[in-house]
C-alpha cells in the first residue's frame, strides 16, 4: 500500500516544484498567453464586425443592382416601344405615299387612255365622213349620170329647203 500513498517529502517537493512552476508561469507565460488570447478574441471581433459591414454593403449594393437593372429594362422596353411606333409610322407613311402615287399613275393612265380614245374616235368619224362622202359621191354620180336627173334631183332640194 505504500505505493499508492506518497510520502510526506515526495509531497513537499513535488508541491514545491508545482509552486515553482506556477509562479514562472503565472509571471513569464500567462501574460502574454492572456494577452495573445484578447488580441486574437478582439481581431475575431473586429472581423466579424467586418464581415457584418461587407454582408451590408453587397446588400446595398445588390439593391442598387436591382434597380439598375429595373430602371435599364424599363428604358429598354420604353426605346422598343419608340422604335415601334417610328415603324409603324414610316410604314404608314409609305403605304400613303404609295397610295398617292398609284392614284397619280392611274389618273394620269386613265387621262392617256381617254385621250387616245377620243383621238381614234376622232379618226375614226373623220374617216366614216370620208367613206359617206365617198359612197355619196359615187350614189350620185350613177343616179345622177343624166341631165333631167340632175335637175330633178336639185328642185327637190330646193322644195325640201322650203319646207323647212
Known amino acids: 500500500m505504500d505505493l499508492l500513498l506518497p510520502g510526506p517529502g515526495l509531497f513537499f517537493w513535488t508541491l514545491l516544484a508545482f509552486l ?3 509562479f514562472l508561469l503565472r509571471k513569464f507565460a500567462w501574460g502574454p498567453i492572456l494577452s495573445s488570447l484578447n488580441a486574437r478574441e478582439q481581431g475575431i471581433a473586429e472581423s466579424l464586425e467586418s464581415a457584418q459591414r461587407v454582408k451590408a454593403e453587397m446588400a446595398e449594393l445588390k439593391n442598387e443592382n436591382e434597380s439598375l437593372l429595373a430602371k435599364a429594362r424599363e428604358e429598354r422596353a420604353q426605346l422598343l416601344k419608340e422604335a415601334r411606333e417610328t415603324r409603324d ?3 404608314n407613311e409609305a403605304k400613303d405615299q404609295a397610295k398617292v402615287e398609284a392614284n397619280k399613275i392611274i389618273a394620269e393612265a386613265q387621262a392617256a387612255i381617254n385621250a387616245q380614245k377620243m383621238a381614234a374616235l376622232t379618226e375614226v368619224k373623220n374617216q366614216v365622213g370620208k ?4 359612197v355619196t359621191e359615187k350614189v350620185l354620180r350613177k343616179e ?5 336627173a340632175q335637175e330633178a334631183h336639185i ?6 329647203i322650203k319646207l323647212n
Do not use: A, D, P
Request: avoid cysteine; glycine fraction near 10%.
Open 131 to 134: 367613206l359617206v362622202i365617198e
Open 155 to 160: 328642185n327637190g332640194l330646193v322644195n325640201e
Open 144 to 148: 345622177l349620170s343624166g341631165q333631167q
Open 89 to 91: 409610322k414610316m410604314v
Open 20 to 22: 515553482i512552476v506556477f
